[in-house]
């Protein structure tokens, strides 16, 4: 019995050993494909221009407020 799970073992750290000095040779190396290839914003355009509008559109229904009002909000 402790021989299959010493053998099945082995073979898992046979094959860890065999990937790590895989990696280790092609350190470095890093496909195209993961690299960026511009400028990627976290929020969309269309989240963005919403974000814009409303920060606008409450500054100048702000402004026109306090203009309204005779500067006493």
Not at 4 to 13: D, M
Not at 29 to 53: H, N, R, S
Request: hydrophobic share 35%.
């Amino acid at each position: 019995m402790d021989q299959c799970l010493k053998t099945t073992s082995r073979r898992l750290a046979d094959r860890k050993v065999e990937k790590f000095e895989k990696n280790i040779t092609r350190r470095g190396v890093v496909p195209e494909t993961t690299t960026k290839k511009g400028y990627d914003y976290p929020v969309g355009p269309i989240m963005l221009g919403f974000f814009v509008f409303v920060v606008i559109g409450s500054s100048l229904f702000q402004i026109i407020r306090t203009a309204t009002s005779g500067g006493m909000a």
